[in-house]
Nanobody, 123 residues
Framework: QLRVVASGGGLVHPGGPLRLSCETSGSTDGPKDIAWIRQAPGKQTEGISCMTRDGRNTYYADSMKGRSTISRDNAKNMVWLQMEGLKPEDTAVYYC????????????????WGQGTQVTVSS
């Protein structure tokens, strides 16, 4: 059974960095395209970044472009999101999800959601 679990969230001061982790398991057909998305209270989900299953291609949505970096290690079944210069408006629940990774990933249908992790940016 496929599982994707995000972790690493917490309370961070404005301007600070944070690294989120996504552990995947249970895939029967190898690594998946993975995206990071987020949802703030009362708002729609928002795409952040995605990486293709082979790690060759990455795409970033405007939401955190220039302040985030996605990476992965398929040998460890891990995907990470490094975030820099966090702002209070970045406060949200962050999810790693399975979705076709292309330049329109934030509009593509999510095929699998995982457990999210809360990120709170506050002084």
């Amino acid at each position: 059974q496929l599982r994707v679990v995000a972790s690493g969230g917490g309370l961070v001061h404005p301007g600070g960095p944070l690294r989120l982790s996504c552990e995947t398991s249970g895939s029967t057909d190898g690594p998946k395209d993975i995206a990071w998305i987020r949802q703030a209270p009362g708002k729609q989900t928002e795409g952040i970044s995605c990486m293709t299953r082979d790690g060759r291609n990455t795409y970033y949505a405007d939401s955190m472009k220039g302040r985030s970096t996605i990476s992965r290690d398929n040998a460890k079944n891990m995907v990470w999101l490094q975030m820099e210069g966090l702002k209070p408006e970045d406060t949200a629940v962050y999810y790693c999800v399975v979705v076709e990774c292309d330049r329109n990933f934030h509009h593509n249908r999510i095929s699998f959601w995982g457990q999210g992790t809360q990120v709170t940016v506050s002084s």
